[in-house]
């Protein structure tokens, strides 16, 4: 057992693959030599070599292209956005070259695509974003999402050993913010399985990545007052865990979604619409949602702030609907 | 000829060219009956490039196709059921229906990737395809084609770049066929030359007439065998013309009388005809009786398509993802002791190749320059044993033997 932040799981779960299986490569922006923008793959090259760590030209499209050609291969490659927000210059590759390959024509891409993402790091409208929701809308793909270190290491892990494509998000704030005790050793967390972090009665909060810490803070507050708050980590959102999710709706009678992600489209609503169909009767009170605004993630602090969820808001939506 | 062809080859080269000829009009019936259920893209007057660069092709190497290499699947070993099936949505197709057209592969056996319809995209893919084969010491050549239209996509120059600078094995070839659905080719690129684009990368950029089988196939093998050396990628543009529309319902009023006029005297099958018989190696008899055996092959072909079903409905909630329906085990070469276990043997550091002065690296051959840069980084030919230096062809200059490992 050994303390680490979020960023050394992931690294350390990347090694250990590369490691155990000689089909697994990585390419991508500046991951070699320098390691990584974020230092995530620092330390890779001088042990793999120059033909299994490729540093890239500032080409996402060409990145996301070569991994699906190595896959046809049967290798593994693990591609590297430098920033997830840089997705979007790969849409067309991942969504209708990567997603539907296996379906249209029997053809499996076991490659996954990471990356670090989310915002409160003032990193502006371009180095920010939560852009998971365009792939979860995009069938054919796996969308995994961790929130702690131990989850980053075995799913990292899971996600390079699965036969699909999975996107992996890899939220930039937690990276040195978060320290836990994890496994030295080969464990592996399941995909599509959410997790309860705390046990609660009165309501349920569903969330996932950097909100989940958020939400765990508002609900010691909430606590206080005597709201005994459930908090699901949904960890992986396509496939979702929706039998996690409704079960504790079966309990508390009450949700509210949180996510970082802008709420027109975010995943709140999917979520709310799967509990209306399957548990409408448990529902005591309306479904809330607490995301960031249905704008860009604007630069200056004070913006992002508002711009952001925070404990405050979370605390006062969820007081509203333990009221009911 | 630099790569002499048998006897048997050269009439190989128009029974193949024949074949994509005889199974197209085939399907120009069936379209007309109503029984394609999509589009019919055709490739008449284009067929001598699909069969002439596949045809330079080995077993273990890996192509491509786009809308119109019908002709390069079949020579890969694809039956002419497997267009029929695809084109008519039968559930017999190799993608049982989910997708049309020449949208299909093999991955295992025949080494073909199914194309998409966004073009440009194949190019990357088959540099990684190209970059892998490598790794995995396959020794295989990656071919693909493209379109004078597709050569303006952003991702033909983010392909093109990375094959370049990874030296990946890769052979593209710009079918110029000078329309781009409506538009001339003059009018959406600023170039005569499309193998001009091969400047860019610092790859050979070869021009051959697109109607002349045995000339494609003689510039084909050229490229083929540079790249098995380890040469890196290279550019072919094929000059030739569409006789038809963009599709079947296009019936292409925009192209000028005259031209299509002057196109149709350069038929790649009559002119190729005329080369054969000329020389002997066909006559009136040999070729009514190869017509004969091609047309009893495509009734046969095409019987087994009409009279195969449609996909049972319950089939498009299936196969979004492998559930461990397919193996993944990727076919190793070379020893895996080469790479495994790993080897701590690599320092993170680059050192830059003239630091960046004008001088030699602004030498007319980029190729050149970078092959004399005796680069321990770059991409070598052969997957190189980890911590030794590839091997060069080029003399390495005095600053990189002293540098001893340069980045361009």
């Given at each position: 057992?050994?303390?680490?932040?979020?960023?050394?799981?992931?690294?350390?779960?990347?090694?250990?693959?590369?490691?155990?299986?000689?089909?697994?490569?990585?390419?991508?922006?500046?991951?070699?030599?320098?390691?990584?923008?974020?230092?995530?793959?620092?330390?890779?090259?001088?042990?793999?070599?120059?033909?299994?760590?490729?540093?890239?030209?500032?080409?996402?499209?060409?990145?996301?292209?070569?991994?699906?050609?190595?896959?046809?291969?049967?290798?593994?490659?693990?591609?590297?956005?430098?920033?997830?927000?840089?997705?979007?210059?790969?849409?067309?590759?991942?969504?209708?070259?990567?997603?539907?390959?296996?379906?249209?024509?029997?053809?499996?891409?076991?490659?996954?695509?990471?990356?670090?993402?989310?915002?409160?790091?003032?990193?502006?409208?371009?180095?920010?974003?939560?852009?998971?929701?365009?792939?979860?809308?995009?069938?054919?793909?796996?969308?995994?999402?961790?929130?702690?270190?131990?989850?980053?290491?075995?799913?990292?892990?899971?996600?390079?050993?699965?036969?699909?494509?999975?996107?992996?998000?890899?939220?930039?704030?937690?990276?040195?913010?978060?320290?836990?005790?994890?496994?030295?050793?080969?464990?592996?967390?399941?995909?599509?399985?959410?997790?309860v972090?705390r046990e609660g009665k009165d309501l349920t909060i569903v969330t996932?990545?950097?909100?989940?810490?958020?939400s765990l803070?508002a609900a010691?507050e909430l606590a206080?007052e005597g709201i005994d708050v459930e908090v699901i980590?949904?960890?992986?959102?396509?496939?979702?865990?929706?039998?996690?999710i409704?079960?504790s709706v079966k309990k508390t009678n009450k949700l509210l979604v949180v996510?970082?992600?802008?709420?027109?489209?975010?995943?709140?609503?999917?979520i709310a619409?799967?509990v209306?169909?399957?548990a409408?009767?448990e529902l005591d009170g309306p479904i809330l949602r607490v995301?960031?605004?249905?704008?860009?993630?604007?630069?200056?602090?004070?913006?992002?702030?508002?711009?952001?969820?925070?404990?405050?808001?979370i605390a006062h939506a969820a007081r509203e609907l333990a009221r009911y | 000829?630099?790569?002499?062809?048998?006897?048997?080859?050269?009439?190989?080269?128009?029974?193949?060219?024949?074949?994509?000829?005889?199974?197209?009009?085939?399907?120009?019936?069936?379209?007309?009956?109503?029984?394609?259920?999509?589009?019919?893209?055709?490739?008449?007057?284009?067929?001598?490039?699909?069969?002439?660069?596949?045809?330079?092709?080995?077993?273990?190497?890996?192509?491509?196709?786009?809308?119109?290499?019908?002709?390069?699947?079949?020579?890969?070993?694809?039956?002419?059921?497997?267009?029929?099936?695809?084109?008519?949505?039968?559930?017999?197709?190799?993608?049982?229906?989910?997708?049309?057209?020449?949208?299909?592969?093999?991955?295992?056996?025949?080494?073909?990737?199914?194309?998409?319809?966004?073009?440009?995209?194949?190019?990357?893919?088959?540099?990684?395809?190209?970059?892998?084969?490598?790794?995995?010491?396959?020794?295989?050549?990656?071919?693909?084609?493209?379109?004078?239209?597709?050569?303006?996509?952003?991702?033909?120059?983010?392909?093109?770049?990375?094959?370049?600078?990874?030296?990946?094995?890769?052979?593209?070839?710009?079918?110029?066929?000078?329309?781009?659905?409506?538009?001339?080719?003059?009018?959406?690129?600023?170039?005569?030359?499309?193998?001009?684009?091969?400047?860019?990368?610092?790859?050979?950029?070869?021009?051959?007439?697109?109607?002349?089988?045995?000339?494609?196939?003689?510039?084909?093998?050229?490229?083929?065998?540079?790249?098995?050396?380890?040469?890196?990628?290279?550019?072919?543009?094929?000059?030739?013309?569409?006789?038809?529309?963009?599709?079947?319902?296009?019936?292409?009023?925009?192209?000028?009388?005259?031209?299509?006029?002057?196109?149709?005297?350069?038929?790649?099958?009559?002119?190729?005809?005329?080369?054969?018989?000329?020389?002997?190696?066909?006559?009136?008899?040999?070729?009514?009786?190869?017509?004969?055996?091609?047309?009893?092959?495509?009734?046969?072909?095409?019987?087994?398509?009409?009279?195969?079903?449609?996909?049972?409905?319950?089939?498009?909630?299936?196969?979004?993802?492998?559930?461990?329906?397919?193996?993944?085990?990727?076919?190793?070469?070379?020893?895996?002791?080469?790479?495994?276990?790993?080897?701590?043997?690599?320092?993170?550091?680059?050192?830059?190749?003239?630091?960046?002065?004008?001088?030699?690296?602004?030498?007319?051959?980029?190729?050149?320059?970078?092959?004399?840069?005796?680069?321990?980084?770059?991409?070598?030919?052969?997957?190189?044993?980890?911590?030794?230096?590839?091997?060069?062809?080029?003399?390495?200059?005095?600053?990189?033997?002293?540098?001893?490992?340069?980045?361009?």
């Open positions: 057992m050994a303390q680490v932040t979020f960023l050394e799981a992931v690294r350390a779960g990347l090694m250990e693959e590369m490691q155990r299986d000689p089909n697994v490569v990585m390419l991508g922006e500046d991951i070699g030599v320098y390691g990584g923008a974020f230092k995530v793959t620092a330390g890779m090259l001088e042990k793999f070599g120059w033909e299994r760590v490729i540093d890239t030209p500032i080409s996402e499209t060409a990145i996301v292209g070569a991994a699906v050609g190595m896959s046809y291969l049967g290798l593994r490659p693990v591609a590297e956005m430098q920033f997830i927000d840089f997705i979007a210059c790969c849409f067309n590759q991942l969504t209708n070259f990567v997603a539907k390959s296996h379906y249209r024509c029997g053809m499996p891409v076991p490659m996954v695509l990471r990356g670090p993402s989310g915002g409160g790091v003032h990193g502006g409208p371009f180095h920010s974003q939560n852009p998971e929701m365009y792939f979860v809308h995009t069938p054919g793909l796996k969308v995994v999402y961790p929130a702690t270190p131990y989850d980053a290491k075995g799913l990292i892990k899971s996600a390079i050993r699965d036969n699909n494509p999975v996107l992996f998000f890899e939220h930039k704030f937690l990276y040195r913010r978060i320290k836990e005790e994890i496994p030295d050793d080969d464990y592996t967390v399941p995909l599509g399985q959410a997790i972090k996932y990545a950097a909100m989940m810490h958020t803070e010691a206080k980590d949904l960890r992986t959102l396509l496939p979702l865990d929706r039998e996690t409704v079960q996510h970082e992600d802008t709420k027109t489209g975010g995943i709140a609503g999917e619409a799967i209306c169909e399957e409408f009767e995301t960031s605004l249905d704008t860009p993630v604007p630069y200056s602090p004070p913006l992002e702030e508002r711009f952001l969820p925070n404990v405050q808001k | 000829m630099k790569y002499p062809l048998t006897k048997e080859q050269r009439v190989d080269l128009y029974y193949y060219m024949k074949l994509n000829r005889m199974l197209e009009e085939q399907m120009v019936r069936l379209f007309r009956q109503n029984k394609i259920v999509g589009g019919l893209y055709s490739s008449l007057g284009q067929e001598a490039i699909s069969i002439g660069t596949a045809y330079a092709l080995e077993k273990r190497d890996w192509l491509a196709p786009m809308i119109r290499n019908i002709g390069a699947l079949l020579v890969k070993g694809f039956k002419p059921r497997d267009i029929f099936t695809q084109h008519m949505a039968k559930f017999t197709a190799p993608t049982l229906g989910k997708d049309g057209t020449s949208h299909f592969g093999d991955l295992d056996k025949l080494h073909v990737v199914s194309p998409i319809s966004m073009l440009g995209d194949l190019i990357p893919v088959m540099t990684g395809v190209a970059m892998a084969g490598r790794y995995l010491g396959q020794n295989i050549v990656a071919m693909t084609w493209i379109g004078d239209g597709g050569s303006s996509t952003g991702a033909f120059h983010e392909g093109m770049n990375l094959a370049a600078s990874q030296r990946a094995p890769l052979v593209l070839v710009i079918e110029n066929n000078q329309w781009a659905y409506s538009t001339p080719v003059g009018r959406q690129v600023p170039v005569k030359d499309l193998a001009d684009r091969a400047k860019a990368y610092g790859v050979p950029g070869l021009i051959v007439d697109g109607n002349d089988v045995v000339a494609v196939y003689q510039t084909t093998k050229d490229a083929v065998e540079r790249c098995r050396a380890g040469q890196g990628p290279v550019i072919i543009e094929a000059k030739t013309h569409r006789m038809k529309g963009h599709a079947q319902h296009d019936p292409a009023e925009y192209v000028p009388a005259p031209m299509m006029e002057f196109w149709k005297k350069r038929d790649p099958i009559d002119l190729y005809e005329k080369q054969l018989m000329a020389e002997g190696l066909l006559d009136a008899r040999s070729k009514a009786a190869m017509e004969a055996r091609i047309e009893k092959e495509l009734d046969e072909e095409r019987e087994f398509a009409e009279n195969s079903p449609l996909p049972p409905p319950e089939l498009a909630e299936d196969g979004v993802y492998c559930d461990g329906c397919h193996e993944i085990a990727a076919k190793w070469k070379r020893p895996i002791e080469d790479v495994m276990p790993p080897k701590a043997s690599v320092k993170a550091e680059w050192l830059v190749q003239g630091f960046g002065e004008m001088g030699e690296a602004t030498a007319a051959d980029p190729v050149a320059v970078m092959a004399a840069a005796g680069d321990g980084n770059a991409p070598s030919s052969k997957a190189p044993k980890n911590g030794k230096k590839p091997k060069s062809t080029a003399k390495p200059s005095k600053a990189a033997a002293k540098a001893g490992r340069g980045r361009r």
